[in-house]
């Protein structure tokens, strides 16, 4: 029976990739993928020939009707986003949710996602945390983090590098500037690279270091 497979893939090292995600995108009838060019550096790395689509957040509403329809007419597919796991922080979620009001099952591979190891790496307490994503760019950013001045788990966000230092002294200037965190950037490359400390010290630090990368942020729960 045809379905939508959500694949996950590397964050970086190309070597980050389970065997069953490269069966699946070998054997798929077609590959829905967030940018057609960053998947064809993954897709040739394994010799997967299967025919790419482009399916992001600026066309998804356009055109999940038309990839259902080809599901249900017996045409299995996988998603894949740039990096990691489709749906988080990257467009999947639309199509996973419109899949399944139509009975079409949905089949996930666990995988690489930036957060996991930047949590765990930050040494902060793990067994409890709550995903935030990126906050807004502009408007909107202290009324998003305002609410999480007493949260007591652990928080993840993910930010540009360009707004790194910003965001770093948003949060000390609500949370409070000796709370605990760390930031990991270029997760599984050449470069990576997690430094710890307060969101004072660590926007001190971005501030005479330009980061480069992906940027997750690990920040302490209010004790």
Do not use: W
Request: contains cysteine; charged residues 25%; hydrophobic residues 40%.
């Amino acid at each position: 029976m045809s379905k939508l497979f959500v694949v996950p893939t590397p964050i970086g090292n190309l070597r980050d990739i389970t065997y069953r995600a490269v069966e699946v995108l070998g054997s798929a009838g077609l590959i829905l993928a967030e940018d057609t060019r960053q998947a064809a550096k993954l897709l040739s790395h394994y010799k997967i020939n299967t025919p790419v689509l482009s399916h992001h957040m600026f066309n998804e509403h356009r055109t999940v009707e038309a990839i259902c329809a080809r599901i249900l007419s017996g045409t299995s597919i996988a998603l894949i986003s740039d990096a990691g796991t489709p749906g988080i922080s990257d467009p999947g979620f639309l199509l996973v949710r419109s899949c399944i009001e139509k009975g079409i099952e949905v089949e996930t591979l666990p995988g690489a996602s930036a957060f996991l190891p930047a949590l765990v790496n930050s040494g902060l307490p793990c067994e409890r945390f709550c995903f935030e994503g990126f906050l807004p760019p502009k408007k909107g950013r202290n009324k998003r983090i305002a609410p999480l001045a007493d949260e007591s788990r652990t928080m993840i966000f993910y930010e540009s590098p360009y707004r790194l230092v910003r965001t770093l002294e948003d949060l000390a200037a609500i949370l409070g500037a000796d709370r605990r965190a760390s930031v990991s950037r270029e997760l599984t490359k050449i470069y990576e690279e997690t430094v710890r400390g307060t969101l004072e010290s660590l926007a001190a630090h971005y501030r005479e270091h330009t980061p480069k990368g992906e940027i997750v942020i690990i920040v302490a729960g209010r004790k």
